[in-house]
């Protein structure tokens, strides 16, 4: 028998097809550095207004769109940084272009700090005054009610600016743990039943293994993936609580009552519309996700339904394979719905080299869509040939779709809604995917096999990600308590938090209470549990579109363009859905109960 070693490529070897073209930001690397430098420099235009904020309503305005074209242009430098690092963060060359921007973005941070703290020092009613007094103030209402906002939490400005010179070693954790993943850790190679040595990373185990459909191959990779976690869980963990231990102490200065109220405050998000997520989602979805688990060991024949077959695919021996040029067509057909702007960017995004698809050394996990004002969007996949990738990519250009528009129509400050919204224009689009296939064929398995992916939607966002929420509510909660944070601590909360929700459905390894180790997410805020809110949106907003066409669709496309000049709760309810209530999120989890409960039935 031969045995082959498979190898995966180098950056360099990849056709340039396949990557995302940075020429649209810089045309070349010396035009990046060039402008690195003169962002640098180009600091006093802002900085001339130091002091000066309170004098007229003509200065602030001066001042606050100098700050807009300023902040476009650092945006395009970060970025451009940023994605050379996700593309191969194993190069020595990216990790030091990083290592400069990092370095360059605290020390700007520190200087652009006395923005913010003199619009806090401003009289009672100031703002107002100017803003009646300035007509074209107006623009930025919003992004000032934000600022006056956290008057309460706000310090000195003399240590706010203290803060913001350290903000590289704040993002130090994050940084830290990126690059252990994308360049340390090593897998052990896993053999297929030919006795073929298969490569393992973080990212192939992740867009691959976990969704394999051989038994064997599957937990062996998961062994290999567990067996490397368990190696890294002590740094991990002490590197993880370091950044716990940053935002409590941050929550603590400034005077929130706890960690959770800080992260929650840029989100514009109440306590009760985070609690309603964990919650109802926790206690109404356990049990239609069980059914789910047994009837998949079930049908799969498995000894046991263990934490690691959770993704398998539920009907083997049918993976609908697809291209790339035929994912790109399936998805342009499925959000003609969108109508013809809307399918133009669409268009755009597939054929102008927004995507880098390919799999490489040093490439970033997951997949992500990254969205430079002013040029256009970023989306990072790693392309495998099967129609679940088709998914994964319609998801990425509703982000690419939303921020394009949004761009197109606002101004660079008014952009970005809370990311509580954030991950609705991306689920609505694998939702309308799902629709189009559904639509498109009478075969049995096909429709189990598309509804299979739908569930696929709803475990990532209403699943994974809402337990790694109630992992972090717990965390937090230790933290509050002064409880040491150890690799032992974390592994328990992690696996807990699994147990609960799955109960006797699945069998739980030690492996499992590792998987803490897996996500980015952690060193990004509150963020894991809004995958839920924006799916609860974009369900509710589905249905409506099926259901009245044409006027929800452009109720929609005026809520992507209108970014972030709402709070969350106003912006959905132009969409026709009120967070306040737990409504939307029962009604979401009773869509779920619906596709389980049809995928029973067609075993029947």
Not at 68 to 75: C, G, P
Not at 493 to 508: H, P
């Amino acid at each position: 028998m031969t045995t082959t070693k498979a190898k995966r490529l180098t950056r360099s070897e990849v056709p340039e097809e396949q990557k995302w073209d940075l020429t649209d930001l810089f045309p070349t690397f010396e035009d990046w550095e060039n402008e690195l430098i003169a962002v640098q420099e180009d600091i006093t235009e802002i900085t001339q207004y130091k002091g000066k904020l309170g004098n007229d309503a003509k200065t602030l305005l001066n001042c606050l769109t100098t700050l807009e074209n300023y902040r476009e242009r650092l945006v395009r430098v970060f970025t451009y940084a940023s994605l050379k690092s996700s593309a191969d963060g194993s190069d020595p060359d990216n990790q030091r272009d990083s290592a400069r921007v990092s370095s360059a973005g605290a020390s700007i941070g520190a200087k652009l700090s006395f923005v913010q703290s003199e619009l806090l020092a401003l009289p009672e009613g100031k703002i107002e005054q100017f803003l009646d007094e300035e007509n074209a103030l107006q623009s930025y209402k919003k992004v000032l009610d934000d600022i006056l906002e956290e008057k309460p939490h706000t310090l000195s400005p003399e240590i706010e600016e203290t803060l913001a010179a350290l903000s590289e070693v704040h993002g130090a954790p994050y940084m830290i743990y990126s690059r252990s993943k994308a360049s340390d850790m090593v897998f052990d190679s896993i053999t297929d039943e030919d006795g073929n040595e298969l490569p393992m990373s973080a990212a192939l185990y992740e867009d691959r293994f976990e969704l394999e459909t051989d038994t064997k191959l599957r937990r062996d990779a998961y062994d290999s993936f567990t067996k490397t976690l368990n190696q890294y869980k002590n740094t991990f963990a002490a590197n993880y609580a370091t950044e716990v231990s940053r935002q409590v102490t941050m929550a603590r200065l400034r005077n929130y009552d706890s960690v959770t109220d800080m992260l929650l405050a840029p989100q514009q998000v109440t306590k009760e519309m985070y609690e309603n997520q964990l919650n109802v989602i926790q206690e109404e979805l356990a049990p239609i996700m069980r059914r789910y688990a047994k009837l998949k060991k079930e049908k799969l024949g498995l000894d046991e339904m263990r934490y690691c077959d959770l993704k398998a695919p539920l009907d083997p021996e049918f993976n609908p394979k697809t291209t790339y040029e035929e994912a790109k067509a399936v998805i342009l057909d499925s959000l003609k719905v969108m109508g013809p702007e809307y399918t133009e960017i669409m268009e755009k995004g597939l054929n102008e080299r927004w995507v880098d698809l390919a799999d490489n050394v040093g490439k970033a996990t997951g997949a992500f869509c990254s969205s430079p004002y002013g040029v256009h969007p970023y989306i990072l996949i790693t392309w495998t040939d099967t129609m679940r990738g088709a998914f994964v990519l319609a998801h990425e250009l509703g982000h690419a779709g939303h921020f394009y528009l949004a761009g197109k129509n606002q101004s660079l400050l008014n952009t970005r809604p809370s990311t509580y919204f954030v991950e609705a224009p991306s689920t609505i689009n694998e939702l309308l995917l799902a629709n189009h296939l559904m639509s498109k064929t009478d075969d049995k398995r096909m429709k189990r096999w598309i509804i299979t992916q739908l569930l696929g939607t709803y475990y990532h966002n209403f699943v994974t990600h809402l337990l790694e929420g109630e992992y972090q509510r717990r965390v937090y909660e230790l933290a509050e308590a002064g409880t040491p944070l150890t690799a032992s601590v974390l592994t328990q909360q992690k696996q807990e938090a699994l147990e609960n929700f799955w109960g006797d459905a699945v069998t739980f390894d030690q492996g499992a209470g590792l998987t803490w180790m897996r996500q980015p997410h952690y060193y990004m805020g509150l963020y894991p549990y809004t995958y839920s809110a924006g799916l609860t949106v974009s369900t509710a907003v589905a249905k409506r579109i099926q259901e009245e066409g044409k006027p929800v669709v452009d109720s929609w496309l005026d809520v992507l363009r209108a970014g972030g000049t709402l709070k969350p709760l106003d912006l959905i309810k132009q969409a026709g859905v009120d967070m306040s209530k737990p409504d939307a999120i029962r009604e979401a989890v009773a869509f779920v109960g619906s596709l389980v409960d049809e995928l029973e039935k067609s075993y029947k």
